[in-house]
């Protein structure tokens, strides 16, 4: 239905999975007026070992499915998907796109002492060098080390329990790394805050650990307010003197999926801090023709 104020439509944020949720929960807290509309792909997760040719073709399909939903801005809430198909959603898109790579570079270039910088991500992601073309744009003197860590979105998306089998991955994947020269690590997957607290611990307190999600939340509130594109009069408070909440709308591709659909809906709950979320199932056509990617791994310097 389309909105009578232009301002009062949802932004769309869009993932493989349950990633996104790490944008959307800083995006919520920043700005609880707005409403949102979140797709994650779970029938066709994970994108880090996908094709650019694939991750390009899906981000395309949800931008289709969000845009149904009369969406204001959308956030390619996907390291992977913001890495390869900014151009075909921009080409596709009659709203405001957002991207999660550059907020987190510009914070990383921004905070890094030691001018080196690490990146860790899915192989998509840094096979793509999206990160490193905008850390060197922002200073051609930093020195970026990456390393692709396969494993880890599918385990949190799986919802894996115990620290343990994360604790060995994470530092297989440090062990790749530099890690002596950096002083910033930039968390290229939105699924990876999800388990902040173990990088966190593998890392130790001198490293500072960049989170996409936050830094685009942050971004996306300056541009909305800069563009006077904010839902109308944020502020307003109803008779109980509480700013009233902006609707939230959940959907996946696939409801069938092993246990995915369970483990979204646990972490949503825990992460957003919500007692009970209504998912539904999104149907897009392309689905059914799609394969399983295959897995690959890769270290970049
Ligand atoms: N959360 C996504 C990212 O930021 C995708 C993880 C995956 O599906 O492999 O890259």
Avoid: W
């Amino acid at each position: 239905m389309p909105h009578i104020n232009r301002n009062n439509r949802p932004i769309g944020i869009f993932d493989s999975g349950l990633g996104g949720l790490t944008v959307l929960g800083p995006l919520v807290d920043n700005l609880p007026a707005e409403s949102t509309v979140y797709l994650g792909d779970l029938a066709r997760t994970p994108y880090g070992a996908r094709t650019s040719g694939e991750i390009r073709e899906f981000a395309v399909e949800g931008l289709r499915f969000l845009a149904q939903h009369d969406i204001k801005a959308l956030i390619v809430a996907c390291n992977s998907a913001s890495s390869v198909a900014m151009a075909d959603l921009l080409s596709e898109a009659s709203f405001q796109v957002f991207d999660v790579i550059s907020p987190g570079a510009k914070m990383a270039a921004l905070h890094s002492k030691s001018r080196s910088i690490g990146v860790i991500g899915t192989t998509a992601t840094i096979n793509s060098g999206a990160y490193e073309l905008e850390l060197k744009t922002l200073d051609i003197n930093l020195r970026i080390f990456q390393a692709d860590c396969p494993q880890l979105a599918p385990m949190i998306e799986k919802g894996i329990p115990g620290a343990s089998a994360y604790v060995s991955v994470i530092r297989d994947c440090l062990a790749r790394l530099p890690m002596q020269e950096i002083d910033t690590l930039i968390l290229g997957c939105t699924h990876y805050p999800l388990v902040r607290n173990i990088f966190r611990a593998v890392c130790g307190e001198e490293v500072r650990l960049i989170d996409s999600g936050l830094a685009t939340a942050e971004a996306i509130e300056e541009a909305l307010r800069e563009s006077g594109g904010l839902v109308e009069d944020p502020q307003k408070t109803d008779l109980n003197n509480r700013v009233p909440e902006g609707s939230r709308e959940y959907y996946v591709t696939s409801t069938k999926v092993m246990n995915h659909m369970e483990v979204f809906r646990d972490m949503a709950q825990e992460f957003l801090g919500v007692e009970s979320l209504s998912i539904k199932e999104a149907e897009i056509a392309g689905l059914a023709s799609s394969s399983a990617p295959k897995p690959t791994s890769t270290t970049k310097t």
